[in-house]
């Protein structure tokens, strides 16, 4: 098919919050920008039903250059309560409103190839179109990672399957599971599942559940004085662990320049597994079996029989892996061949310079895939700050690393307002 008219100077794949982020920042410097995917998909479709955000309502807006689209906004616009934590169901109302006035003219068809080309690169969409852009801008988040040991390789989906298959695990009532892992996403899991009626196990290989959950206030003059400094010793986002660690993974710049060693340092406290206080009273009646892993799973008939490392056995209906994601570059099924060849990866991850720009001059990786390199705040939402911004400044040649760079032409008036721009 040959290429349409509708080329792009930036392309963007995926139209979660970074790439959302990613959309309003460059269009307010009036980049050409075409946006792709079905907006907030992943958080929709793959996350249950009932599930509370981890990260606080602070840590869970969506960044755009004049700050007029935040998640307090949109609870004052529409009289959503402050509630905290943050249902899942205000979280995703918040990122379509968002959506509308950041990049109201999503394209919703799914880029189904890109490949290089003289110039840029060659991106073919589900319905065959093809059209050139100059750059493109990778943001489909977690999806294509979900880890699933290989021990459970050839068991039936029906009796094994990954947290990200589910969007509503009520289907599960009045069934026997094993929930695996010892994170956010295997407890709160476990307590969805007990609370629509069905039996839940906790298996998870850690030695205990890290509980996230402040330290009470001693009304003392120690105590005072911490309440008072408090704004200005806590870090700005309190979503991840210590808060020495919390800020030093806060900037982003200062971590892609730090020594390898302490980047993997900080990432492993970072994201370890944890699982935040307010679903320990949630799962007062739930079995939590800690310091094992699963030996064997053998399905019996329409059950599934699973050894633990303790020599005990399980029969169960379904196991729930609550087993994370793992980035691997290789993973993207739209990449060429010769795409994925030309990509340098540090441990699956690509490996990217300033302005998130891979090894391939153009193509530049946004959200969970740039961790490696800018640490674990690309991990939450809260990072659609610092990666909105410095992809922004980037391409447009006000950002980067101070040395000049060729800015992109501007989109003319029409393109501008076919693009539209972020409106209060």
């Known amino acids: 098919m ?12 995926g139209a979660g919050p970074y790439g959302l982020a990613a959309a309003a920042h460059l269009r307010a410097r009036k980049v050409e920008t075409r946006i792709f995917g079905e907006p907030m998909e992943f958080w929709k479709r793959n996350m249950p039903r009932g599930m509370f955000l981890r990260s606080s309502p602070n840590a869970s ?9 935040g998640l307090d906004r949109y609870r004052a616009l529409h009289g959503v309560p402050h509630t905290r934590p943050l249902p899942l169901e205000d979280f995703v109302r918040y990122g379509l409103w968002f959506q509308q006035r950041a990049a109201p003219d999503v394209d919703r068809r799914r880029v189904t190839f890109l490949a290089e080309r003289a110039g840029g690169f060659h991106v073919r969409l589900e319905d065959g179109e093809e059209f050139p852009a100059r750059r493109v801008v990778v943001a489909t988040g977690i999806g ?40 956010q996403s295997a407890l709160e899991s476990a307590a969805l599942l007990h609370e629509a009626g069905a039996e839940v196990e906790v298996v998870a290989r850690a030695p205990r559940i890290a509980w996230l959950v402040d330290a009470p206030q001693r009304v003392s003059v120690v105590g005072a004085a911490r309440q008072f400094f408090s704004p200005i010793v806590r870090p ?41 206080g307010w679903l ?17 799973a053998t399905p019996t008939g329409s059950q599934l029989r699973l050894r633990l490392g303790d020599g005990t056995e399980r029969l169960v209906d379904h196991m729930l892996l609550a087993t994370g994601y793992r980035v691997d570059a290789s993973g993207y099924s739209f990449l ?13 991850y690509p490996e990217l310079g300033v302005g998130f720009e891979s090894s391939v001059p153009g193509l530049h990786f946004l959200g969970t ?44 008036g029409l393109l501008a307002a076919r693009n539209g721009s972020p409106g209060a």
């Open 2 to 13: 040959q290429d349409s008219d509708a080329s792009c100077h930036v392309a963007i794949i």
């Open 61 to 69: 807006n969506l960044d755009d250059p004049d700050g007029l689209l």
């Open 144 to 183: 294509p990672f979900a880890r699933r040991p290989g021990q459970f390789a050839g068991l039936p989906a029906s009796l094994v399957s990954h947290s990200v298959d589910h969007g509503d695990l009520r289907q599960f009532a009045g069934q026997r599971l094993v929930v695996v892992g010892a994170g």
């Open 236 to 276: 700005p986002f309190d979503i991840m662990g210590p808060r020495i660690v919390s800020w030093l993974i806060a900037w982003p710049r200062v971590f892609r320049r730090s020594p390898r060693a302490l980047q993997d340092f900080l990432t492993a406290r970072a994201v370890r597994p944890a699982a935040a």
């Open 280 to 296: 320990v009273p949630r799962l007062a009646s739930v079995r939590i079996t800690t310091g094992c892993t699963i030996a064997a």
């Open 336 to 348: 060429a061949p010769t795409l994925r060849q030309a990509l340098r990866t540090h441990d699956g």
């Open 369 to 412: 895939a740039a961790a490696d390199t800018f640490g674990p705040l690309c991990r939450f939402v809260v990072g659609t700050r610092y990666a909105g911004r410095a992809l922004a400044g980037y391409i447009t040649g006000l950002g980067g690393n101070g040395h000049a760079r060729a800015a992109l032409p501007r989109a003319d």
